[in-house]
């Protein structure tokens, strides 16, 4: 398999620096579903994300959660709230099993002083902040059939592995997107029928060119 190539803070810090920003942490495994941060709570910790895939969720005033991104290996959370003293500003789950490494919000200061990092930081949060819209914001001009395969292809495309896979049912898929559990049952058949996904009652995708066409990408 070829190696994935790194992305989010791994990629902004270069690999020297971010084996040294992992060596200041502690290793956390977290099993598919699991809380990693919850929105309102002290931001007390910084979070390295070594492998799996995270969804990162904001919650509604009526105790709804919307979808507002993805993350994958590379990426760095809570980094905000620990910046900020503020308390965390979304809940994060993991999606599949995920490993990190856990800096305290002391580590975490030291590392940016003794490698110069602020500048990798202050980019990295800033093009974090240009996602914090939720997914159905963003997609709100494209058609449900479109929506779905992206998000589809996002998940795929995160996978430290490779693999088809998509871990979410009809329903994370449908609260994710905003649409209603009937339309996105409708749209995956149909993906399923056109080849872009294989049969069956999980999400597979089986021919990643067409679920692209689907996509619109």
């Known amino acids: 398999m070829t190696p994935r190539p790194p992305r989010g803070f791994q990629a902004l810090l270069g690999e020297a620096k971010w084996q040294a920003l992992l060596d200041r942490g502690s290793t ?4 598919p579903g699991a809380l990693l941060l919850r929105q309102g709570d002290p931001g007390a910790t910084v979070l390295a994300l070594v492998s799996g895939r ?22 760095l959370l809570g980094e905000i709230a620990v910046r900020s003293a503020s308390p965390r500003t ?31 930081l ?16 963003q997609l709100v001009h494209f058609a449900p059939e479109r929506r779905i395969a992206r998000l589809l292809l996002e998940i795929v495309s995160l996978a430290d592995d490779g693999s088809p896979h998509v871990p979410f049912s009809q329903r994370e898929v449908a609260d994710a997107l905003g649409l209603a559990r009937s339309t996105v049952a409708l749209h995956l058949q149909r993906l399923k029928e056109t080849g872009a996904l294989k049969p069956g009652p999980r999400l597979v995708v089986a021919d990643l060119g067409t679920l692209k066409q689907h996509a619109g990408v």
């Open 54 to 75: 995270v969804k990162v969720l904001g919650t509604e005033p009526d105790g709804g959660q919307l979808l507002i991104t993805l993350r994958g290996p590379g990426a």
């Open 122 to 137: 202050a980019d990295y949060v800033v093009s974090k902040l240009s996602q914090a819209v939720p997914y159905q914001v």
């Open 90 to 120: 979304a809940t994060v789950r993991a999606i599949d099993r995920c490993t990190t490494r856990v800096l305290t919000a002391s580590a975490f200061d030291a590392f940016l002083d003794d490698h110069r990092a602020h500048g990798e």
């Open 28 to 31: 956390r495994v977290h099993p």
